[in-house]
Each structure stands twice: as C-alpha cells, then as structure tokens.
C-alpha cells in the first residue's frame, strides 16, 4: 500500500520569497515521486519526477525537490515565487516495482498563494 | 503534438440520469487512466485501460465504468447519476510502462466538469 501526506493545506509567500511545500510518502517499495501543478480550470502539468535517479531532482519553472529516504520526505522548492506560481500543488506516488498499470496515488494538495 | 482532448468540457445533468465523458489520448499513448477531483475526497483514481482492457480499477461502485477503442480512445460512464458525482473528471495517457519506470508519466487532460443537479 502506498500513501501521501502534504504537510501543508495552504501556503502564502511574497514575491520573490522562496517557497517550500513539504510532502511525506509511505510506500512498501522504492516509489516513483512526481510533483504536478493545477493552475484554476485546468488539468494537471507535471512538474518534476523522480525515478531511482540522482536524489536532487530540477523541474520545470525553477521548480526542485530532494528525495529523502530515511525521512521518506519529497519535498518541493522554488528559490524565488512568481505570482504566477500560485496555484495548487499536488505531490503523486507511483505504483510499487514491477506492478502493472499506472495507479497513482495523489496528497491532498497544497494551495499556494503568491503576495505582491 | 496534441495533448489530451477531453470533451465535453462542461455538463450539466439531473439525478438518475448517465453520461458518457471521453478522451483522447496523445497520440502514441497506449495507456488511459481516469481520475475523480471532488473538494472533499481529493484526487481519486478511478480505472486504467491499456490495449482495450481494464487494467486497474479503484475503489468505485459499478456505476463508474469505461472502456477503450482499438486506437486507444477511451470513455467513461457514470450511470445512475447522483448529486455526489458532481466533479471534475480528468483523463491522463501515458506511453507503455510498468512499475518504477520514467515511462509512468501521466499527461493529463484539461478536464470534463459535470454538475449533477
């Protein structure tokens, strides 16, 4: 079984403030972790994933996130916000190795909100 | 290259009625996967079709169903329809892939927002 917690609901920052949104997985297996990014009436972009790889993982839009084994923590940052980054945030776990299909399993979403 | 297309985008349906919602996946895409967005349950995944055959399902009850087309189209159907089934709708495709492969990227539609009034 596999499970995702974002830490935060809501999140508010100022303009060119770093932003940090914070999620925690739980997974029987070594997970693939994607960050994806919901602007209003809109579907899904995937930010960034990470596959077994290097640990450090750039995305999209200056966006990063560091997989943290011993803290099962994927958790996402962007040194300097853009109003256009505010949106919701949705940190993903994938299917266990070797498992057929493409199940993800999806955190509750963090809202972020960008002050100028 | 075309993303995915889901249509219709926005519907408006009465209680005890069904409705079909579709999708095209981008264009190589095996795989098509549906997932319920409610404000209070979240995003939640519904069913997989890859090569025409279901290949995951979650947890919802037989009203939920779908299918996919020999050129990998897909379709879902809600039947019965309940006031709880108001949500947003979205389709993803992916490329063949299993298990912890880069390949299990998920590509998202825009979306079908239905209203069960």
């Known amino acids: 079984a596999q499970s995702v917690t974002q830490l935060d609901s809501h999140v508010s920052v100022s303009e060119g403030t770093p932003v940090l949104l914070r999620c925690n997985y739980s997974?029987?297996?070594?997970?693939?972790l994607f960050w994806y990014v919901q602007h209003p009436n809109k579907g899904l972009q995937l930010l960034l994933k990470?596959?077994?790889?290097?640990?450090l993982v750039k995305g999209i839009n200056g966006f990063e996130a560091e997989f943290k084994k011993s803290e099962t923590s994927f958790h996402l940052t962007k040194p300097s916000a853009h109003m256009s980054d505010a949106a919701e945030y949705f940190c993903?776990?994938?299917?266990?190795?070797?498992?057929?299909?493409?199940?993800?399993?999806f955190g509750g979403g963090t809202r972020v909100l960008v002050k100028p | 290259k075309a993303g995915v297309t889901q249509t219709p985008r926005y519907l408006i349906k009465t209680r005890g009625q069904q409705v079909t919602l579709s999708c095209s996946p981008i264009?190589?895409?095996?795989?098509v996967s549906w997932y319920q967005q409610t404000p209070g349950q979240g995003l939640q995944f519904l069913f997989e079709y890859f090569s025409e055959t279901q290949r995951n399902k979650g947890n919802f009850p037989g009203r939920f169903s779908g299918r996919q087309f020999s050129n990998s189209r897909s379709e879902m159907n809600v039947s019965t329809l309940e006031l709880g089934d108001s949500a947003l709708y979205l389709c993803?495709?992916?490329?063949?892939?299993?298990?912890?492969?880069?390949?299990?990227?998920?590509?998202f539609g825009a979306g079908s927002r239905l209203t069960v009034l």
């Open positions: 993903v776990v994938s299917g266990a190795r070797g498992a057929a299909g493409n199940k993800l399993t």
């Open positions: 990470y596959t077994s790889a290097a640990t």
């Open positions: 264009s190589g895409h095996r795989s």
């Open positions: 997974s029987s297996y070594s997970p693939s």
């Open positions: 993803a495709s992916s490329l063949v892939g299993q298990g912890n492969s880069g390949a299990n990227v998920l590509t």
